[in-house]
């Protein structure tokens, strides 16, 4: 039996990989556009926000796109652990998400906190699901198929 | 930022994202499929650790250069939103609301609840 994938080095090696550049560019546009301050000192940041949400969707057209074609074996897995569990998890990010949360209830902006946190949780499930909607459609146009996805994972 | 920082600051992002795929995995074999705890576990956990960092950095324990290695790379590539989204949709394409509402929801409130005792802890330490 193969071993498991979190234990191969070159799976671990692909996300590493992907990781890196997913950090990288959140780093750079977290840099170029930094967070609103609120009056209170607090800040508010649109940039993760919108990093996420366009993180989420990629994910789900890349995942529901992925498993359209067939099992996760060979190049498709390749690509799903450099792209999606390495470059778009190390891209998108929840700590930040929960800290900077906290940090707005901390400055007594829990409004802001609140439209935030729910902001970017309820937006990133439609981004998900407009990007596997998206992904079903690339494989149509592609190859002409419908075989189901429910209850593949990532 | 100096290019050294930014280089060390997403190559620490790439080894939180290869330790999300090795604890995920972990978890995974131990438990099974059927409820996607892994990335909860991870995100709640980082989330923690995040806080606790900013808290430090904010009281000047902690160096800005290790806050964002440890924070914005390490921290921010170990967590994730995308995976935890794309399971949550998953969950409620299966109909399985209570789960999709847990995995959504209760992930957030646990986060930003262990992000604030994070915090708290590298208050009452400065």
Same mark, same amino acid.
């Given at each position: 039996?193969?071993?498991?994938?979190?234990?191969?080095?070159?799976?671990?090696?692909?996300?590493?990989?992907?990781?890196?550049?997913?950090?990288?560019?959140?780093?750079?546009?977290?840099?170029?556009?930094?967070?609103?301050?609120?009056?209170?000192?607090?800040?508010?940041?649109?940039?993760?926000?919108?990093?996420?949400?366009?993180?989420?969707?990629?994910?789900?057209?890349?995942?529901?796109?992925?498993?359209?074609?067939?099992?996760?074996?060979?190049?498709?897995?390749?690509?799903?652990?450099?792209?999606?569990?390495?470059?778009?998890?190390?891209?998108?990010?929840?700590?930040?998400?929960?800290?900077?949360?906290?940090?707005?209830?901390?400055?007594?902006?829990?409004?802001?906190?609140?439209?935030?946190?729910?902001?970017?949780?309820?937006?990133?499930?439609?981004?998900?699901?407009?990007?596997?909607?998206?992904?079903?459609?690339?494989?149509?146009?592609?190859?002409?198929?419908?075989?189901?996805?429910?209850?593949?994972?990532? | 930022?100096?290019?050294?920082?930014?280089?060390?600051?997403?190559?620490?992002?790439?080894?939180?994202?290869?330790?999300?795929?090795?604890?995920?995995?972990?978890?995974?074999?131990?438990?099974?499929?059927?409820?996607? !705890?892994?990335?909860?576990?991870?995100?709640?956990?980082?989330?923690?650790?995040?806080?606790?960092?900013?808290?430090?950095?904010?009281?000047?324990?902690?160096?800005?250069?290790?806050?964002?290695?440890?924070?914005?790379?390490?921290?921010?590539?170990?967590?994730?939103?995308?995976?935890?989204?794309?399971?949550?949709?998953?969950?409620?394409?299966?109909?399985?609301? %209570?789960?999709?509402?847990?995995?959504?929801?209760?992930?957030? !409130?646990?986060? !930003?609840?262990?992000?604030? !005792?994070?915090?708290?802890?590298?208050?009452?330490? %400065?």
């Amino acid at each position: 039996m193969p071993r498991a994938v979190h234990l191969r080095w070159r799976y671990l090696g692909l996300v590493f990989i992907g990781g890196t550049v997913g950090t990288g560019l959140r780093e750079g546009l977290t840099l170029m556009l930094p967070p609103i301050t609120l009056d209170a000192g607090a800040r508010l940041p649109l940039t993760t926000m919108a990093i996420n949400l366009i993180g989420a969707l990629l994910l789900g057209l890349l995942l529901e796109a992925l498993v359209r074609r067939g099992l996760d074996v060979g190049r498709r897995r390749t690509v799903r652990l450099l792209l999606g569990t390495g470059a778009l998890g190390g891209f998108t990010t929840y700590s930040a998400l929960a800290t900077d949360s906290a940090l707005l209830v901390h400055s007594g902006a829990v409004g802001a906190a609140l439209a935030y946190a729910l902001g970017t949780v309820l937006l990133g499930g439609l981004a998900t699901w407009l990007g596997i909607v998206m992904g079903a459609a690339l494989h149509r146009r592609t190859q002409g198929g419908t075989a189901s996805a429910a209850g593949e994972n990532a | 930022m100096n290019p050294l920082l930014f280089v060390a600051v997403a190559a620490a992002g790439g080894v939180g994202a290869a330790s999300r795929l090795f604890l995920d995995g972990l978890v995974r074999t131990r438990v099974g499929g059927g409820f996607p !705890v892994g990335t909860t576990i991870i995100n709640v956990s980082g989330s923690l650790l995040l806080g606790f960092v900013t808290g430090l950095a904010m009281n000047h324990l902690l160096a800005p250069q290790w806050s964002l290695v440890i924070g914005v790379g390490l921290l921010g590539g170990y967590t994730t939103l995308s995976t935890a989204s794309f399971e949550t949709v998953r969950l409620a394409q299966l109909r399985r609301y %209570g789960a999709a509402l847990a995995n959504g929801i209760g992930m957030l !409130v646990a986060a !930003v609840a262990a992000s604030g !005792v994070g915090l708290a802890l590298a208050f009452a330490l %400065g």
